[in-house]
C-alpha cells in the first residue's frame, strides 16, 4: 500500500491550471518526485528535487512541497498532459509511490 | 543518452520463477552514482517499487516481496536481472526497470524501460 495519498482524479480546462497534490509523512523530510504516464507507455519523469524539470519537459510544470503535502502545478494545461501523474519520495515503509491521480484536460 | 530495455518470458506457470533481465546500454551500470531498480505495475493499477540493486550486488527489497525476490547484476554484460519465485496470478503485471539517482533530499526513476507484460496462467 501507498504511504503517499493522491486524490484519484482531476479535471482542468484546456488552457486553465490544475494543481495536483500528495500527501504524506515522509514529504515533511524528503522532496516529492512526479511522474507522468500515458496509456500503453512507460511513466516519465516530469519533476525532481526542490522543483527541478528534466530536459523535454516544459516549463508548464513546476512543483513545490509544504510541511507534508506536495504539489504538481501545470499552468496552461494541454491536451497532452491528459495522464496520470504518480508522486514519490523516498520511504523506508517498502513502497515510494502515491496511488495517483488521472488528469483530464477538457 | 542511458536507455534501460527489459527482456524475459511473458508468460509464466502458477508457481514457477518469473525471471527478468535488464540490459543498460549508453552507460555504465558500474558507475557507483545510481541504483539498478525494478517497480512493477498491476492492469490498471499504481506503481509498485520491488526493489533496486547496486553495481556492487547490494540489494534492497520491497517487505511484501521480500521473501520471493532475489536481484542480481552482470556487470561483464551490463545488465541486471529479477527473479521473483512461487509466482501466482497477482504477480501478473507490466514490469519496469528504471535507473534510480538519490540526492540527500530526494531521489528518481530515470530512465525507465519501456515495460514488459508478464502473465502468470497455467
Known amino acids: 500500500s501507498s504511504e503517499l495519498t493522491q486524490d484519484p482524479a482531476v479535471s482542468v480546462a484546456l488552457g486553465q491550471t490544475v494543481r495536483i497534490t500528495c500527501q504524506g509523512d515522509?514529504?515533511?523530510?524528503?522532496?516529492a518526485t512526479w511522474y507522468q504516464q500515458k496509456p500503453g507507455q512507460a511513466p516519465v519523469l516530469v519533476i525532481y528535487?526542490?522543483?527541478n524539470r528534466p530536459s523535454g519537459i516544459p516549463d508548464r510544470f513546476s512543483g513545490s512541497n509544504s510541511g507534508n503535502t506536495a504539489s504538481l502545478t501545470i499552468t496552461g494545461a494541454q491536451a497532452e498532459d491528459e495522464a496520470d501523474y504518480y508522486c514519490?519520495?523516498?520511504?523506508?515503509?517498502?513502497?515510494?509511490f502515491g496511488s495517483g491521480t488521472k488528469v483530464t484536460v477538457l | 543518452q542511458v536507455q534501460l530495455q527489459e527482456s524475459g518470458p511473458g508468460l509464466v506457470k502458477p508457481s514457477q520463477t518469473l525471471s527478468l533481465t535488464c540490459t543498460v546500454s549508453?552507460?555504465?551500470?558500474?558507475?557507483?552514482?545510481?541504483?539498478w531498480t525494478w517497480i512493477r505495475q498491476h492492469p490498471g493499477k499504481g506503481l509498485e517499487w520491488i526493489g533496486y540493486?547496486?553495481?556492487?550486488?547490494?540489494?534492497s527489497y520491497n517487505p511484501s516481496l521480500k521473501s520471493r525476490v532475489t536481484m542480481s547484476v552482470d556487470t561483464s554484460k551490463n545488465n541486471f536481472s529479477l527473479k521473483l519465485n512461487s509466482v501466482t496470478a497477482a504477480d501478473t503485471a507490466v514490469y519496469y526497470c528504471?535507473?534510480?539517482?538519490?540526492?540527500?533530499?530526494?531521489?528518481?526513476?530515470?530512465?525507465w524501460g519501456q515495460g514488459t507484460l508478464v502473465t502468470v496462467s497455467s
Open positions: 528504471a535507473r534510480e539517482e538519490v540526492l540527500s533530499r530526494s531521489h528518481w526513476f530515470d530512465p
Open positions: 549508453g552507460g555504465s551500470i558500474s558507475s557507483g552514482a545510481y541504483y
Open positions: 540493486i547496486y553495481y556492487t550486488g547490494r540489494t
Open positions: 515522509s514529504l515533511r523530510s524528503y522532496y
Open positions: 528535487g526542490k522543483n
Open positions: 514519490s519520495s523516498r520511504d523506508s515503509s517498502g513502497n515510494p
